[in-house]
């Protein structure tokens, strides 16, 4: 796989030859919403220029990225836990879980997968490996981190119509003092994840 603009430099030649799959989430930390993760096996004949780490890319750029990556990548899935799922198992738990499903519902299948981070899900369909900062250092893992992140956003955005009193559609559910001075107000919705501190704090308050 080609270079791409952007990243850090990766070696990536063992890899020629293998349809690998990049894979992120994008959630974690946020108090209300699902966990999302993508997985995305890049097409080397269809190069995508300006993959990076989606944190450091503008919602514009993001945006455009994510419809080019849908357009040309050999295989995508997108998968999540939801917010049963997190409170339940707890986040890192419910993370690997929503990797586990993106990875294996690609079609088709990656034979092997580079996943962001120091831990590598359970029950995955291929060989893996993870890579620490993975997102800025391989252009799949970016791919997948663009993915993840954009569906999300969307998703939560999307809910903010529904719920209008919490402001989801600008901190897209993370802790911020607008977020936690809403709940405060309104008390916790369907999509708040009870089991996180501030959350739960409220909750145990009222």
Do not use: W
């Not at 959630?27 to 999302?36: E, K, S």
């Not at 295989?75 to 499903?101: C, F, K, P, Q, W």
């Not at 993975?134 to 993915?147: E, F, N, Q, T, V």
């Amino acid at each position: 796989m080609s270079k791409t603009p952007g990243l850090a430099p990766f070696i990536s030649e063992k890899y020629v030859g293998v349809l690998l799959a990049g894979v992120d989430e994008a959630g974690r930390g946020p108090l209300a919403g699902d966990v999302v993760a993508a997985a995305v096996i890049l097409n080397p004949d269809k190069p995508i220029v300006g993959l990076n780490d989606s944190k450091k890319l503008t919602e514009k750029k993001r945006e455009a990225l994510y419809e080019e990556i849908i357009e040309k990548a050999l295989a995508y899935s997108i998968a999540r836990a939801d917010v049963g799922e997190i409170d339940r198992l707890n986040i890192l738990h419910a993370s690997m879980l929503a990797m586990t499903r993106a990875i294996n519902t690609l079609s088709p299948s990656c034979e092997h997968a580079l996943i962001d981070g120091n831990r590598l899900p359970k029950n995955i369909a291929c060989s893996a490996e993870a890579v620490v900062k993975g997102d800025a250092r391989h252009p799949a893992i970016a791919a997948a981190s663009i993915l993840a992140k954009v569906t999300r956003d969307r998703e939560i955005t999307a809910l903010d119509r529904e719920y209008p009193q919490y402001g989801f559609a600008k901190h897209k559910g993370y802790p911020t003092a607008m977020h936690l001075q809403a709940i405060e107000e309104h008390g916790v919705c369907p999509l708040h994840r009870r089991s996180f501190g501030p959350v739960r704090k409220i909750l145990e308050g009222s």
